[in-house]
């Protein structure tokens, strides 16, 4: 397997890659992840199942868009592809550093700057992406309250329903959606998609994000997110807000938003988060 990934790198990077030494590294719940080198070369591995091979290529492209915003620094993507039985995603491999404030003023800025007019008049993506283990449909619309209620709240509340957890009839509850964000028409922003904690870190002088499910839609998903599983430091908060200023009424939409990712997490993982999907699917909406 680590012959077949070497020879995908150096097919791509035209050098003399051998796999000299590796370390798997903890923190991935999907994913197996390992820094592999030589005395020259350092690569970030990916791999999971063969059948996976399509979560890597969707953050592959997701990785290559916001690259090519040039507002935060992204891993770069080498090659992606298959051995005998795994799909593998070979990423820089980048230092990283205990965070920092200077890291946390930094990330604000550069996801203010993502964020900012990307010249985009619908909402959606050009491919489906994954969030998590989930797949994440895109079909691009120009109705942001029909894109999140349809695309968001009631793709995962069908797929809930599929696997026996109910939440209410699904057509009403996206109908309920579609009303609060009726008269609310955001500039589509390419969003990182799944920005929460474990996936951004810091180097010495910059801050750096990953494992995107990326998409055109309201920045506000961003931010909302960042505020679910333990809020980050306030530094962050006031260096976006500096550079872009939220709406004020976007305390109104994040937990609607925020509903969308605990949907997941009870797909994914049930449990605990099978309960708060309901609690806050009976408060937004009953």
Same mark, same amino acid.
């Given at each position: 397997?680590?012959q077949?990934i070497?020879?995908?790198?150096?097919?791509e990077?035209d050098?003399d890659?051998?796999?000299?030494?590796?370390?798997?590294? /903890?923190?991935?719940?999907?994913?197996?992840?390992?820094?592999?080198?030589?005395?020259?070369?350092?690569?970030?591995?990916?791999l999971?199942?063969?059948?996976?091979?399509e979560?890597?290529i /969707?953050?592959?492209?997701?990785?290559?868009?916001?690259?090519?915003?040039h507002?935060?620094?992204?891993?770069?993507?080498?090659?992606?592809?298959?051995?005998?039985?795994?799909?593998?995603?070979?990423?820089?491999?980048?230092?990283?550093?205990d965070?920092h404030?200077?890291?946390?003023?930094?990330?604000?800025?550069?996801?203010?700057?993502?964020?900012?007019?990307?010249?985009?008049?619908m909402?959606?993506?050009?491919?489906d992406?994954?969030?998590?283990?989930?797949?994440?449909?895109?079909?691009?619309?120009?109705?942001?309250? /029909?894109?999140? /209620?349809?695309?968001?709240?009631?793709?995962?509340?069908?797929?809930?329903?599929?696997q026996?957890?109910?939440?209410?009839?699904?057509?009403?509850?996206?109908?309920?959606?579609?009303?609060?964000?009726h008269?609310?028409?955001?500039?589509?922003?390419?969003?990182?998609?799944?920005?929460?904690?474990?996936?951004?870190g810091?180097?010495?002088?910059?801050?750096?994000?990953?494992?995107?499910?990326?998409?055109?839609g309201?920045?506000?998903?961003?931010?909302?997110?960042?505020?679910?599983?333990g809020r980050?430091?306030?530094?962050?908060?006031?260096?976006?807000?500096?550079?872009y200023?939220?709406?004020?009424?976007?305390?109104?939409?994040?937990?609607?938003?925020?509903?969308?990712?605990?949907?997941?997490?009870a797909?994914?993982?049930?449990?605990?988060?099978?309960?708060?999907?309901?609690?806050?699917v009976?408060?937004?909406?009953?």
């Amino acid at each position: 397997m680590w012959q077949a990934i070497a020879e995908h790198i150096n097919s791509e990077l035209d050098i003399d890659f051998k796999v000299e030494k590796k370390q798997q590294l /903890s923190g991935g719940d999907i994913n197996l992840a390992y820094h592999i080198s030589d005395d020259k070369h350092d690569f970030f591995i990916k791999l999971n199942e063969k059948e996976q091979l399509e979560q890597f290529i /969707s953050e592959a492209m997701s990785l290559h868009c916001i690259e090519q915003r040039h507002a935060i620094r992204v891993p770069r993507v080498i090659c992606y592809g298959q051995t005998l039985d795994k799909a593998f995603l070979v990423l820089e491999y980048l230092p990283l550093v205990d965070e920092h404030n200077a890291g946390w003023e930094t990330l604000g800025l550069a996801l203010a700057r993502l964020h900012e007019d990307s010249g985009q008049a619908m909402y959606g993506f050009d491919w489906d992406s994954s969030l998590g283990r989930t797949s994440q449909p895109n079909k691009w619309q120009g109705s942001w309250s /029909s894109f999140f /209620s349809e695309q968001r709240l009631g793709w995962l509340l069908q797929l809930l329903q599929e696997q026996g957890f109910g939440f209410g009839k699904i057509d009403f509850l996206v109908e309920q959606c579609r009303q609060r964000l009726h008269h609310y028409e955001p500039l589509p922003s390419l969003v990182h998609g799944d920005f929460w904690r474990g996936n951004v870190g810091f180097m010495a002088d910059e801050a750096v994000i990953f494992d995107p499910a990326s998409y055109y839609g309201d920045r506000e998903v961003d931010i909302a997110f960042s505020e679910l599983f333990g809020r980050f430091p306030e530094r962050f908060y006031h260096s976006y807000q500096n550079q872009y200023p939220l709406d004020k009424n976007y305390g109104e939409r994040k937990h609607l938003y925020n509903l969308y990712h605990v949907l997941n997490h009870a797909y994914m993982f049930r449990g605990s988060y099978l309960l708060q999907a309901q609690d806050m699917v009976k408060h937004l909406f009953y």
